[in-house]
Nanobody, 116 residues
Framework: QLQLVESGGGLAQPGGSLRLSCAASGANLEHYFIGWFRQAPGKEREGVSYIDFADGRTNYEDSVKGRFTISRDNAETTTFLQMDSLKPEDTAVYYC?????????WGPGTQVTVSS
């Protein structure tokens, strides 16, 4: 069974950068969509970005376009989310999700805090 673990969260200043990683084990990600989601206190979980592992196509939520970049490694086991020009409103727990057909897996999340 596929398992996901996020890492790379932490504290960043406004305008700073963080790089999140989502490491997969138990299966190859080749046929999955991998998405990054976030949930801020008191708000619903929202999609940030996703990548089709098969062909590398990507998609971004409007508020992060031009600031965040999703990518994958050639070993097809890790997905990255490069976050630049961070804003306080980016503060949230960030989750990695792998899904295809009826399969749906989530990681436990990693906290990102943007504050001066």
């Amino acid at each position: 069974q596929l398992q996901l673990v996020e890492s790379g969260g932490g504290l960043a200043q406004p305008g700073g950068s963080l790089r999140l990683s989502c490491a997969a084990s138990g299966a190859n990600l080749e046929h999955y969509f991998i998405g990054w989601f976030r949930q801020a206190p008191g708000k619903e979980r929202e999609g940030v970005s996703y990548i089709d592992f098969a062909d590398g196509r990507t998609n971004y939520e409007d508020s992060v376009k031009g600031r965040f970049t999703i990518s994958r490694d050639n070993a097809e086991t890790t997905t990255f989310l490069q976050m630049d020009s961070l804003k306080p409103e980016d503060t949230a727990v960030y989750y990695c999700r792998a899904f295809k057909d009826r399969e749906d897996y989530w990681g436990p999340g990693t906290q990102v805090t943007v504050s001066s």
